[in-house]
């Protein structure tokens, strides 16, 4: 493998965009695990692990399924498939959020192996620039879309080249609303119009017989890409950000 096709992997100032995340999204997929280190936090088991090929060594979150625990609102077995699902969304807003994800079997078997952010700072919620206000609003817009049940302050990363990313992705697309975010700072304003149109994109995007629509019938029910497709339409035929539904739409701990 040519290191120039791996620039996004040694150059994190490299430009982000498709073919930058699908060479990741290789590299995560061939590369040898040499290492699975537990992290020891968390309900679920989730793991360090180190990727080697070609003398190019990269670091990565690894959910294995026999790790989850076993939830009364989610199938079991089903949150590696979710993370990935979260992915394959933000690939097609064409936002670049969440890092590049694949699924893959480890030392624990099969489960989500995600991009490992090097973060200068695990909480990103105070925007400095519109730029950042903006990322912000695509976040928000994205677990609404998603329908993120877990969004707390510790899965916001800042890149050591000051991008945002989102992580932890495993409790979303429930076919019923269970949004619960940190993120109500815009709830009642306007939705921008290029967040907007991006969404109505993805829209598209999800036509029946369409490549993306049969990944996610892959991943998840056929209700929960349903409830998917409506959430969408809500947001093209109103798009205002929502407000909070109860005092559980507030995720405890934050962090």
Not at 41 to 65: D, H, T, W
Not at 71 to 87: I, Q, V
Request: neutral net charge.
């Amino acid at each position: 493998m040519d290191n120039n096709n791996l620039e996004y992997l040694i150059n994190p100032l490299s430009p982000i965009d498709a073919t930058a995340m699908i060479k990741a999204c290789r590299f995560l997929e061939k590369a040898e695990i040499t290492a699975c280190d537990l992290l020891a936090r968390g309900s679920n088991r989730v793991f360090v692990v180190k990727l080697i090929q070609e003398n190019i060594i990269v670091k990565a979150i690894y959910k294995p399924r026999r790790g989850e625990t076993p939830l009364y609102d989610f199938p079991d077995g089903s949150l590696y498939k979710r993370e990935y699902a979260a992915f394959l969304v933000s690939q097609a807003l064409e936002w670049f959020i969440v890092p590049p994800t694949v699924i893959r079997d480890g030392l624990w078997g099969v489960g989500s192996v995600q991009w490992f952010v090097n973060s200068n700072n695990r909480v990103i919620f105070k925007p400095k620039t519109e730029v950042d206000l903006f990322k912000l609003k695509q976040v928000a817009a994205f677990d609404y879309v998603v329908n993120n049940a877990d969004r707390k302050l510790g899965h916001f990363l800042e890149g050591q080249d000051g991008r945002l990313w989102v992580v932890d992705h495993g409790l979303t697309f429930n076919a019923i609303p269970k949004l619960r975010t940190v993120l109500w700072d815009f709830a009642g304003q306007p939705i921008p119009e290029k967040i907007v149109s991006d969404i109505t994109a993805l829209l598209k995007k999800l036509e029946r017989e369409n490549p993306l629509r049969n990944a996610l019938l892959h991943l998840l029910e056929e209700r929960e890409v349903e409830a998917l497709e409506s959430r969408i339409y809500r947001v093209i035929e109103s798009p205002v950000f929502i407000h909070p539904q109860s005092r559980w739409s507030v995720p405890w701990p934050w962090i």
